[in-house]
């Protein structure tokens, strides 16, 4: 089954350290870009940040300087290091990627399940 597995959210105090992960099933594959986005209580999701299969990466201004996204192309994981949070980080965040999945046609968008991250004193 084609999914996106996520790891690694938890509570943890202001000024903190999580680091999230997020692993593609094997049949999925050719993926362009990997991306988190979060989603406060009574917010609309937002994009925190996404990677290129070349590298290229792109932050939501909140958390540039704080946060960093990277990725392992031959595993088809995407890492999210969150340095120095913020109360205001507290949401569930989620993994999304494009692809191609194995016996199906075009290319597809696949979400992770979703893992929480609070940030609390």
């Known amino acids: 089954q084609a999914q996106l597995v996520e790891s690694g959210g938890g509570l943890v105090q202001p000024g903190g350290s999580l680091r999230l992960s997020c692993a593609a099933s094997g049949s999925i594959f050719s993926i362009a870009h990997m991306a988190w986005y979060r989603q406060a209580p009574g917010k609309q999701r937002e994009l925190v940040a996404v990677?290129?299969?070349?590298?290229?990466?792109t932050y939501a201004d909140s958390v540039k300087g704080r946060f960093t996204i990277s990725r392992d192309n031959a595993e088809n994981t995407v890492w999210l290091q969150m340095n120095e949070l913020k109360i205001e980080d507290t949401a569930v965040y989620y993994c999304?990627?494009?692809?191609?999945?194995?016996?199906?046609?075009?290319?597809?968008?696949?979400w992770g399940q979703g893992t929480q991250v609070t940030v609390s004193s």
């Open positions: 999304n990627s494009d692809g191609f999945e194995v016996g199906k046609e075009g290319v597809r968008d696949y």
């Open positions: 990677i290129t299969s070349g590298g290229k990466t």
